[in-house]
């Protein structure tokens, strides 16, 4: 069964992550948490051509994608989980929990360093968040995020059957995290306990930096709990909230070739989360 996982990893993943933007998509559009102030075509097309940049720039400077540079890793012996004797089902819980929690501390560094933070402004650039937020990266932030899972699987010896779970859950928590869908609230609260949640999540798109500044983790809710940046509710109600960073307030400010550029225009930093 894991071999037969790991030789069809790379379709399992499209797979899983293309029904769970199909899901959402159409969940958002019975059951919408707040009214879109933009239109949902321009916004899609933009994110998938942003979303096709970062893979091609990917592709050229990091030539092994994290499944397979996991599978170099383990038959190298690199990294801590490759020197252990640890049963699989333990290596690979650990190395997911660790890769998140890679993936949170990358996220907070985004915020912090004013540099990154010009890659990643792109992602809070939109006034609406839906399912395609998920893929609204700047290409240059999708070539960091990518050396930065290199170089902790190298670190760690993360399995690949754990850097396959790991890049899968993430992938699907991003899109159903980021869906402008309505919960009921029991049920929102209950799941807060494992997994990010939209209303969790969309807080920290929040167009006021105290709120934006909150709601890190991408998967398990843990990492805010834990490291003391979670908040539970926005200062208004999520159908009022501001969405987006104070350069780009209008529909104008967020075209393909105005976001590309955006991490090299002089703006002004005031609402760098």
């Not at 091609?56 to 690199?78: D, K, M, T």
């Not at 983790?217 to 159908?239: G, V």
């Amino acid at each position: 069964m894991i071999s037969w996982l790991l030789s069809h990893q790379a379709q399992l993943q499209s797979y899983l992550w293309l029904s769970a933007f199909g899901l959402v998509a159409v969940w958002e559009s019975f059951k919408p948490r707040r009214e879109l102030a933009t239109a949902v075509a321009t916004r899609w097309l933009n994110n998938i051509a942003l979303t096709g940049l970062g893979f091609l720039l990917a592709r050229l400077c990091l030539p092994l994608v994290a499944f397979s540079f996991a599978v170099l890793a383990e038959q190298r012996g690199w990294g801590l989980l490759n020197q252990l004797s640890l049963p699989l089902w333990l290596s690979c819980a650990l190395a997911v929990l660790v890769i998140d929690l890679g993936g949170y501390a990358i996220h907070r560094l985004f915020h912090a360093i004013p540099v990154l933070w010009r890659c990643h402004k792109i992602h809070h650039s939109e006034l609406d968040v839906d399912c395609a937020t998920a893929i609204c990266h700047h290409p240059i932030e999708s070539l960091i995020v990518g050396g930065t899972d290199l170089a902790i699987i190298w670190i760690i010896g993360a399995p690949s059957l754990a850097v396959f779970a790991a890049a899968t859950l993430g992938a699907v928590a991003s899109v159903f995290n980021h869906g402008n869908v309505a919960i009921p609230p029991a049920i929102d609260r209950l799941l807060r306990r494992i997994v990010v949640t939209p209303d969790m999540h969309r807080i920290h798109h929040s167009a006021i930096v105290e709120e934006s500044n909150r709601n890190f983790a991408m998967l398990f809710p843990c990492w805010d709990y834990l490291f003391s940046t979670y908040r539970s509710e926005p200062r208004l109600d999520h159908e009022r909230m501001e969405l987006g960073i104070a350069e780009a307030r209008t529909v104008d400010h967020v075209t393909l070739w105005k976001l590309l550029a955006l991490p090299f225009r002089n703006t002004r930093l005031a609402v760098s989360a």
